[in-house]
């Protein structure tokens, strides 16, 4: 264990060293997956703060308050701040047989859960994961510790795995870099979390969805899908709108690398965003 330090910020915030505090995380992942969303907006706000040094951008300011968003920013060539929602990619699916089983043999390649562990979820009715039938492994991610079933580290390193963009650069080859997720495509749970609300009356469900025309860009982190605090943008106007309530942007959001047009880099392309006269402010 490592030794305490009360010069240690992360022990003064909770009473843990960084060892104890990452193993607290790895048992619970729906508190690690909440704390990543800061964690994201963090390296967002440290990266928007490079391009503003860089001068790609001359204005950037985080949102405090309830009913502001995340970052509201302004480029060279555009006469208002421009607004800013930072959200995580989900992490990769597991909900077919193929994925599910791929998941598994990741979990037993990488030293993460034995074989015979799984195995002997079973009662000794199979002898390896091979002989376990696909109609059986929902019924084993059942039976394994939470911390593998839901979005915790493990999940985000098969993910990482399977999106196989080690060799490549986001920066440098966008395209190429979002092809690797043809298979997977790159998606996001596009609302407020379930304590978060807008002002606006009427239906709960409805006031989680955003509004159309209260933010400009999604900024996407790809840490779930890939290890690496990376993001990339998409303006709002090629958000889906919401089938149900109209005047609300979709949740299910999917970024499809055919459409690289909609995905934005600020620090590459600081005209990509227009002046939209007819934008209404919230």
Wanted: hydrophobic content about 35%.
């Amino acid at each position: 264990m490592a030794s305490k330090s009360t010069d240690d910020p992360l022990y003064k915030l909770t009473g843990l060293n960084s060892v104890d505090l990452a193993e607290t995380l790895a048992l619970n992942p729906r508190a690690y997956m909440a704390l990543k969303g800061a964690v994201a907006e963090r390296h967002l706000w440290l990266y928007l703060g490079d391009l503003a040094r860089r001068g790609e951008l001359v204005k950037v300011r985080s949102g405090s308050g309830d009913f502001e968003k995340d970052f509201y920013v302004q480029t060279p060539h555009s006469k208002r701040e421009f607004i800013i929602e930072c959200k995580n990619v989900e992490v990769a699916k597991t909900t077919t047989a193929s994925t599910l089983r791929a998941y598994f043999e990741f979990l037993v390649s990488s030293k993460i859960i034995p074989e015979n562990e799984l195995v002997e979820f079973f009662s000794n009715k199979f002898h390896s994961l091979k002989e376990i039938p696909d109609h059986a492994l929902k019924e084993l991610l059942d039976c394994i510790p939470q911390r593998f079933r839901e979005s915790g580290l493990p999940r985000y390193q098969f993910s990482a795995e399977r999106a196989c963009v080690n060799e490549l650069d986001l920066g440098d080859n966008a395209l190429a870099y979002l092809q690797c997720f043809e298979e997977h495509p790159l998606s996001i749970d596009f609302q407020r979390t379930r304590n978060a609300r807008d002002d606006t009356k009427g239906d709960g469900k409805m006031n989680r969805y955003y509004k159309i025309g209260e933010l400009d860009v999604v900024a996407a982190c790809l840490f779930s899908r890939t290890l690496r605090w990376e993001f990339i943008f998409c303006p709002a106007k090629h958000l889906p709108k919401n089938l149900k309530f109209e005047g609300r942007y979709s949740n299910r959001l999917s970024i499809n690398p055919k459409h690289l047009f909609n995905i934005i880099t600020l620090a590459h392309s600081p005209r990509v965003l227009p002046e939209e006269k007819n934008r209404k402010d919230p």
